[in-house]
C-alpha cells in the first residue's frame, strides 16, 4: 500500500461521520482548511490512468476532520481499488490546528 493511505472501510466511515457532523463543524466556524502532504498529491497523480483528483470530506473516531483524496480517471470517475494501485489518501491536517494565521485567506 502506498504511503499516506487508509482503507475503503475506513474512507467511508469517516465520510458518514462527516454527513451527520457536518452542521456541527461548519456552523461552529470550527473548520478553515487542511494542510495536505505534496506526497499525497504527487502519489495520486503518479496512478496510471489518474487525470484529475477529488476530494471528500470525513471525521475520525477522534472527532479529527480529514480531507481523503481519490484519483478521478478521463471519464470522471473516482478510482478506488487497491489491487489495482488506486488508493485513497489521507493524512490531512484539518486547520485551525495546522493555520497559517498570517494568510490573507485565513479569517478569524
Same mark, same amino acid.
Given at each position: 500500500?502506498?504511503?499516506?493511505?487508509?482503507?475503503?472501510?475506513?474512507?467511508?466511515?469517516?465520510?458518514?461521520?462527516?454527513? /451527520? !457532523?457536518? %452542521?456541527?463543524? +461548519?456552523?461552529?466556524?470550527?473548520?478553515? $482548511?487542511?494542510?495536505?502532504?505534496?506526497? #499525497?498529491?504527487?502519489?495520486?497523480?503518479?496512478?496510471?490512468?489518474?487525470?484529475?483528483?477529488?476530494?471528500?470530506?470525513?471525521?475520525? /473516531? !477522534?472527532? %479529527?476532520?480529514? +480531507?481523503?483524496?481519490?484519483?478521478?480517471? $478521463?471519464?470522471?470517475?473516482?478510482?478506488? #481499488?487497491?489491487?489495482?494501485?488506486?488508493?485513497?489518501?489521507?493524512?490531512?491536517?484539518?486547520?485551525?490546528?495546522?493555520?497559517?494565521?498570517?494568510?490573507?485567506?485565513?479569517?478569524?
Amino acid at each position: 500500500m502506498a504511503k499516506d493511505t487508509i482503507t475503503l472501510e475506513t474512507a467511508q466511515e469517516w465520510a458518514a461521520t462527516w454527513k /451527520e !457532523n457536518a %452542521e456541527t463543524y +461548519l456552523s461552529e466556524n470550527q473548520l478553515k $482548511a487542511f494542510l495536505i502532504p505534496g506526497t #499525497d498529491v504527487t502519489q495520486v497523480l503518479a496512478e496510471e490512468g489518474v487525470v484529475n483528483v477529488r476530494s471528500y470530506l470525513g471525521i475520525d /473516531e !477522534n472527532n %479529527e476532520p480529514h +480531507l481523503m483524496i481519490v484519483g478521478v480517471d $478521463a471519464d470522471g470517475n473516482d478510482m478506488i #481499488d487497491d489491487s489495482k494501485g488506486w488508493f485513497i489518501y489521507d493524512f490531512s491536517r484539518p486547520c485551525p490546528s495546522t493555520c497559517d494565521v498570517n494568510s490573507p485567506l485565513y479569517i478569524k
